[in-house]
């Protein structure tokens, strides 16, 4: 017999809706802007160390990302950047905050067929009013029993949730991109996890894949997750 | 006989703990560095239409502020503004992201005389992260029954946390120095709502008040909550 999930954690960014995509485009506008001071790469690797740097002040989000994107446009000029190029960042990561949603395939379809037969959670970390407005924009919001926008997705922050809304996360599932975010403190908090991999992986949320894990499963899209959920509960 | 109220709402920022002094010293620094290109005046009046043109994208908080002081710095220069003060900015930011916290008077005799007779929920706006960087710092928050942090406040917010904790709007109070978003939505909401003035208000937060509600009450601060509720209850 199988096991009891009565509730499934869907994460956002990358997993319902494009994402990535957007911070990669702004980040190929930022590039372009200093090409006189610096190479692409070494810009990459000082962007990536800024944003490393300011995770434990600023979170994840876009708003953090301007003002990382600031401080190394500073720093790699030498403290000589001319102000209009910061105010094209300025005017890049305000276009970023009105940016289109896009949902990925099947999102739609996983969601609607999964909240007719359990608690459906969001599960998303970033910026509160941007992720809102994601959410809003994307025609899924009502279809969610529970929306928790968190600062951090560590096991605990899934116990709690799943606690909230369910019976704990022994009976409940989480399905997202991030093998960092999504899959290894769900797996620690003792759920399932489900991988459904996209193909841009921000670098600070790469993390080794939980191979041996028995409550760890992979599907190529969220197609294949309602199935996948019966099938676990056979 | 009085009203049976079960839930509590604490507003955190300068009801709790001190805020805006923390933004009024930036600014002030923020004025000295621009002192050669604009008069103090003009440059608050400048950043405060930057911050309410950006609520909408920024939300509240101080990632916000900094991006909407940097915004107003390239504005008033013309974008002549050299790199070395953007930088001092980003500073004097980060240094508003690692604050201090300094509870207002009776702040914690008021939490803990209510959190043993009532469910106290903490219920403020901002950024996620430095949110609960404060609520850590304070000390308080295994005190709390829920936290929720949000993006805005409004009537239909309060009517979802007071149902969520508690017993509705109808059987709740909420407690705060922001006649705007402390105290008229909760009034619309149905529930109780208990002024906590606070010298320092942003300008964006003013609201005249609203004398003739009859579930509204003012206290010096929050020495005098316990005692009022008990009142009201009687």
Same mark, same amino acid.
């Given at each position: 017999?199988?096991?009891?999930?009565?509730?499934?954690?869907?994460?956002?960014?990358?997993?319902?809706?494009?994402?990535?995509?957007?911070?990669?485009?702004?980040?190929?506008?930022?590039?372009?802007?200093? +090409?006189?001071?610096?190479?692409?790469?070494?810009?990459?690797?000082?962007?990536?160390?800024?944003?490393?740097?300011?995770?434990?002040?600023?979170?994840?989000?876009?708003?953090?990302?301007?003002?990382?994107?600031?401080?190394?446009?500073?720093?790699?000029?030498?403290? +000589?950047?001319?102000?209009?190029?910061?105010?094209?960042?300025?005017?890049?990561?305000?276009?970023?905050?009105?940016?289109?949603?896009?949902?990925?395939?099947?999102?739609?379809?996983?969601?609607?067929?999964?909240?007719?037969?359990?608690?459906?959670?969001?599960?998303? +970390?970033?910026?509160?009013?941007?992720?809102?407005? +994601?959410?809003?924009?994307?025609?899924?919001?009502?279809?969610?029993?529970?929306?928790?926008?968190?600062?951090?997705?560590?096991?605990?922050?899934?116990?709690?949730?799943?606690?909230?809304?369910?019976?704990?996360?022994?009976?409940?599932?989480?399905?997202?991109?991030?093998?960092?975010?999504?899959?290894?403190?769900?797996?620690?908090?003792?759920?399932?996890?489900?991988?459904?991999?996209?193909?841009?992986?921000?670098?600070?949320?790469?993390?080794?894949?939980?191979?041996?894990?028995?409550?760890?499963?992979?599907?190529?899209?969220?197609?294949?997750?309602?199935?996948?959920?019966?099938?676990?509960?056979?």
């Amino acid at each position: 017999m199988g096991q009891r999930i009565t509730t499934i954690g869907f994460d956002a960014d990358d997993t319902l809706w494009h994402n990535e995509r957007f911070f990669q485009m702004t980040q190929a506008h930022f590039t372009d802007l200093l +090409k006189n001071y610096a190479e692409p790469d070494h810009l990459a690797d000082r962007l990536l160390a800024a944003e490393r740097r300011n995770l434990d002040h600023y979170g994840y989000g876009i708003k953090g990302f301007m003002l990382s994107m600031i401080e190394t446009a500073i720093e790699v000029t030498d403290e +000589k950047v001319p102000a209009p190029v910061i105010a094209e960042i300025l005017a890049a990561g305000q276009e970023m905050l009105s940016h289109p949603i896009e949902l990925l395939p099947h999102a739609i379809e996983a969601v609607e067929a999964l909240t007719a037969t359990h608690r459906i959670v969001l599960i998303t +970390k970033g910026d509160l009013l941007d992720q809102e407005r +994601k959410l809003a924009l994307s025609g899924l919001g009502d279809h969610f029993d529970g929306v928790e926008i968190v600062s951090e997705k560590t096991p605990q922050v899934y116990t709690d949730i799943f606690a909230r809304h369910g019976h704990g996360a022994d009976a409940a599932l989480m399905a997202g991109n991030s093998i960092r975010s999504d899959i290894l403190p769900v797996l620690e908090a003792g759920g399932w996890a489900v991988h459904v991999p996209h193909d841009l992986t921000w670098e600070l949320e790469r993390a080794d894949h939980p191979v041996n894990a028995p409550r760890f499963r992979e599907v190529p899209d969220l197609g294949a997750l309602p199935d996948l959920v019966a099938r676990l509960e056979d």
